[in-house]
């Protein structure tokens, strides 16, 4: 039986597509508007999304020599160098907390969002194969890309709570909000993605830059020093950087000294949004090329 070539989403009239094989018809309609994203075909393979999640936690760990402990290991040999770095030689400030906590407590986010970008941003040149042998919503790629990673942080999570305790800084009831910061990450990693997936499928430079560009953003956001060096007067604009928000947010839940920097989360939320929308139409208009330039 020779392959079925569906037909291209820019048509002008609806199309439909009966396989001999199956009982089921796919109607493929073309795009009604700018805002037309189809996110309700998401939900319809939603099943496919968690199969790739899935594949994607197995690939992971599958023939790693130390298997799930990467996910342990990465952050904390991280916070390791950093304390020992900037926390001992450098005397960087800590807000009065013990900067192993206090840089745990930064790098726990910041390795998931690291992660969940570079997924995205190379899911699909990595899957190359489906994307052009299978129909499914590529919505659904970086939507697995984001989701996968959540475990490792869930792990690393557990030892942060044990270098809470080790260093006398008690858990509260604050920790019940970093479920919600870390849907605010996966959010803007999925912006990020969804912006740097379709770019990396027409200049495959981007997985070669990515790297050097994450190591610039974690620089460029307060992980191994606090936001209150930062001058009062140019706060407001440091915090355009979405990740601001976010990792003092985690430091606040751990913490819970003062006030949360409504500032910063506020900004991060704003912008986060505006780039989650732009890159949902972005990824649409691009996505009809994709088994063309991939």
């Known amino acids: 039986m020779t392959d079925m070539l569906l037909p291209k989403a820019n048509h002008l009239t609806a199309q439909r597509i009966i396989h001999p ?38 690939v992971l760990y599958k023939q790693a020599a130390l298997g799930i402990a990467w996910a342990v290991v990465q952050p904390l040999f991280a916070v390791i160098i950093f304390t020992i770095i900037f926390g001992r030689f450098a005397k960087m400030p ?30 699909l040149v990595a899957d190359a194969e489906l994307v052009r042998k299978v129909y499914f919503p590529r919505l ?6 984001v989701i996968a990673p959540m ?28 479920p919600p910061l870390l849907v605010v990450a996966a959010l803007l990693a999925l912006a990020m993605g969804l912006w740097l997936g379709p770019i990396n499928v027409r200049f495959r430079d981007v997985k070669y830059t990515l790297t050097f560009m994450l190591q610039i953003w974690m620089y460029a956001t307060p ?17 355009l950087n979405p990740m601001v928000g976010v990792i003092e ?30 890159g949902l139409v972005f990824f649409r208009r691009m996505e009809q090329s994709f088994a063309d330039l991939i």
């Not at 659904?140 to 890309?145: D, E, H, K, W």
């Not at 709570?161 to 080790?166: A, D, N, W």
């Open 140 to 145: 659904i790629m970086p939507l697995a890309a």
């Open 223 to 239: 992980i191994v020093y606090p936001l209150s060096i930062i001058p009062v007067e140019w706060r407001w604009l440091y915090s």
């Open 151 to 178: 475990l490792d942080f869930a792990i690393a999570f557990g030892v942060l709570l044990g270098v809470m305790v080790y260093f006398d800084v008690m858990p509260s009831l604050r920790l019940l909000i970093i």
């Open 94 to 123: 800590s807000d009065g907390i013990p900067y192993p906590v206090f840089a745990y407590a930064a790098v726990l986010p910041w390795t998931y969002f690291a992660e969940a970008v570079r997924r995205g941003a190379t899911g």
């Open 21 to 58: 094989a199956a009982s089921s018809t796919i109607e493929i309609r073309p795009r009604r508007g700018l805002f037309d994203l189809e996110l309700d075909a998401v939900w319809r393979y939603r099943e496919l999304l968690i199969v790739l999640t899935l594949r994607d936690i197995q």
């Open 249 to 278: 947010g985690f430091r606040w839940a751990v913490f819970g000294k003062g006030n949360p920097d409504v500032v910063a989360m506020g900004l991060s939320i704003v912008v986060i949004g505006a780039l989650l929308i732009g």
